[in-house]
């Protein structure tokens, strides 16, 4: 029961201020895809926009949203092999997830988990240690990517008992862009001219002796975060020998070593933690994106018990960082609740493993009629990159001043060509990569079946054989058009 009824004033009864001019869900449900752009362009980011519009994403307004598909506008079903940058383990709205979701607010639970304790997030990290190896069995819950690995980091540095203690990262890596990790995510795109954190050290992603060297040289370092997979960089691993030489180079120099699984966890590679591959277990890890099981913001930072109480174990060191206003806020929490029990019911993860090599397994044969056309193609799981050769140099002179006229982010990139007409022509979206603009990165929901892959390989098998010159050609003409 309300205590006081809903109701809508008049002007004259009111004694706050006056009703700003609101839209309403039904309005914002209504709205036509050219307003929803320009209120795009005024109030969010006009530049973003522009990147937008050159791949043709403005014309889409999404209606609906499920399992491997979005609707838009039109009734087109789009097949999702974006997913979210690996945000969308379970597909989009996964009946369970939803059903859990509606008796939660039905049963109007608490959603602020501050004053008291909170049996949901109590449940979560409790889930979140038992699907972690070894001893990662704290948890620190937030709501994104960034602010668990801001956690990591600050739990690592105070365990590392150094005094002034250095950051090892690694070259083209990416772990989130609030002011703490943005000094440790290597784009000085994002990193702009802002003011950063010096105590870092960079060093190439996968070489030991690069990593044996800044260790042993400097005993100040002692914390080295690294992406298990780098995923902004392009889908980049590294061999279980780096993998188990960081874990002993760690151990040796009482280094705490953070994996950020932001994106390569939670079942993406074919195992919960992309370094199960390896038989290590870090110090430190994170999860986010999947953890939200496609509905909630939700992320984590997981530490070994030890390393967690070196860093906040008594009462008065407890609160130096504790969770936020919506860390393990409720519905967030049911969610990512529900979500580790369909990922495990539903075994999504060896879901993962199997399609994932399937899809690896078609992508090759196309990379073989394909050669001129497709560099490389890597990953695992459902965690695939797919590197275009850079066309810039190998392009018939006659159209390169056709692909001059071009955005710079566009010239030497057929990603950003192919990605366009894969939605425009066949109904398929992939995501591009930040620092390797000619990768394009498929992460699909692990609900993706062989039917699935197929789609996207025809279509993508079709739209290679029209050959470069037609797909440059077409892509320019829908620019200028
Ligand atoms: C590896 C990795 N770490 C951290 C982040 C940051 O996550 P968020 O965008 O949720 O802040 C991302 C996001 O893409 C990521 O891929």
Redo the contacts with the bound molecule.
């Keep these: 029961m309300l205590d006081r009824p809903v109701t809508t004033l008049d002007a004259a009864e009111r004694r706050g201020p006056a009703k700003p001019n609101l839209l309403s869900v039904e309005d914002a449900k209504a709205m036509p895809v050219e307003t929803m752009a320009d209120l795009f362009k005024s109030h969010i980011n006009p530049g973003q926009f522009h990147f937008m519009k050159l791949l043709g994403f403005h014309k889409v307004k999404i209606e609906r949203a499920e399992g491997m598909f979005y609707t838009d506008q039109n009734g087109r079903k789009i097949l999702d092999f974006f997913g979210g940058?690996?945000s969308l383990a379970h597909g989009h709205n996964h009946p369970r997830v939803l059903a859990a979701r509606e008796r939660f607010q039905e049963e109007k639970r608490h959603e602020i988990a501050i004053a008291f304790l909170s049996q949901y997030a109590a449940a979560l990290a409790k889930n979140i240690a038992a699907c972690s190896p070894g001893e990662l069995d704290m948890v620190f819950l937030g709501s994104?990517?960034?602010?668990?690995?801001e956690a990591a980091i600050k739990v690592a540095e105070r365990a590392s008992g150094r005094k002034n203690c250095k950051v090892v990262h690694a070259e083209n890596s990416?772990?989130?862009?609030?002011k703490g990790?943005l000094s440790i995510t290597d784009s000085t795109l994002y990193q702009g001219e802002f003011k950063l954190v010096d105590n870092r050290v960079k060093v190439p992603f996968g070489d030991l002796e690069a990593l044996k060297r800044a260790v042993e040289n400097d005993r100040d370092i002692g914390v080295v975060v690294l992406?298990t997979v780098q995923?902004?960089g392009g889908i980049i691993g590294a061999p279980t020998e780096y993998w188990q030489g960081v874990r002993a180079l760690c151990d040796r120099h009482g280094v705490i070593w953070v994996a950020?699984?932001?994106?390569?966890g939670y079942g993406r590679t074919g195992r919960f933690y992309a370094f199960e591959h390896h038989g290590v277990v870090p110090d430190v890890t994170?999860l986010?994106?999947s953890l939200g099981a496609g509905k909630a913001a939700v992320?984590a930072m997981i530490a070994r018990r030890d390393v967690y109480m070196k860093a906040y174990g008594s009462p008065k060191t407890a609160m130096i960082h504790a969770q936020a206003t919506f860390g393990g806020i409720g519905e967030a929490c049911v969610t990512a609740i529900e979500g580790l029990n369909v990922l495990y019911d539903e075994d999504l993860i060896g879901n993962s493993a199997d399609t994932g090599a399937y899809l690896l397994a078609r992508l090759k044969t196309i990379q073989a009629k394909y050669p001129t056309i497709i560099k490389e193609v890597r990953g695992q799981g459902l965690m695939v990159g797919l590197e275009f050769q850079d066309f810039s140099r190998t392009l018939p002179l006659a159209l390169r001043p056709m692909v001059a006229m071009l955005d710079d982010k566009l010239k030497g990139s057929l990603s950003g060509f192919i990605g366009a007409l894969l939605l425009r022509d066949y109904d398929v979206l992939v995501a591009f990569t930040e620092y390797n603009r000619n990768v394009i990165r498929l992460e699909p929901p692990l609900i993706c079946g062989e039917e699935h892959v197929d789609q996207f390989c025809d279509a993508l098998d079709d739209l290679l054989g029209r050959g470069i010159v037609a797909i440059v050609k077409d892509f320019v003409k829908s620019q200028l058009g």
């Excluded at 994104?144 to 690995?149: F, K, L």
């Excluded at 990416?174 to 609030?178: D, N």
Aim: glycine share 24%; hydrophobic share 30%.
């Design positions: 940058f690996g994104t990517g960034s602010e668990a690995m990416f772990h989130g862009k609030s990790v992406e995923g902004g950020d699984e932001v994106q390569c994170a986010a994106k992320g």
